[in-house]
């Protein structure tokens, strides 16, 4: 079973929810690093514990959401251990997880629905990274 941790602010808040259910039917073990309620929060005070738990290997991977998705990415990538990417697309969810071994999708949620949800998340946890040459590539995302 994959652990997957999950963060959102008040905009991703609904799709949060949604997400945690359909993964725990999948059979992944969730972690919700919250919010917990639809009330106004900043996407940092979530992201940053997603992002820390992802670096010590808690979880194995992990799924940020907020309103364009943006600043959720920003966030996450703060973190030398994190490869968060933002994907409206399924083609892009895969390019995400082959090219730079993702290891954080990043969901916008004011821009999206649930099935366009689902869809993003499927790729993203049945697409592995092709290694090859993107690893010398991947390797140098580090400071």
């Known amino acids: 079973m994959k652990k997957v941790g999950i ?3 008040h905009a991703g808040y609904e799709m949060k929810e949604f997400v945690v259910g359909y ?3 999948k059979g992944y073990e969730i972690f919700d690093f919250g919010t917990h309620s639809p009330e106004s929060v900043d996407y940092a005070d979530f992201g940053h514990p997603l992002a820390e738990a992802v670096e010590r290997g808690e979880v194995e991977c992990g799924v940020g959401l907020c309103g364009s998705g943006e600043g959720m990415a920003m966030t ?3 973190h030398q251990g994190v490869r968060a990417g933002l994907v409206w697309l399924p083609e892009i969810a895969e390019l995400i997880r ?4 993702a290891n954080v999708i990043v969901l916008p949620a ?3 629905s649930n099935d366009e949800a689902i869809a993003l998340l499927d790729k993203f946890f049945t697409t592995p990274f092709e290694g090859g040459r993107h690893e010398a590539r991947v390797a140098k995302m580090k400071l």
């Open 110 to 112: 004011r821009f999206i």
């Open 23 to 25: 993964l725990q039917a």
């Open 76 to 78: 996450l990538n703060k």
């Open 7 to 9: 963060a959102s602010d």
């Open 98 to 101: 082959l090219h730079n071994d």
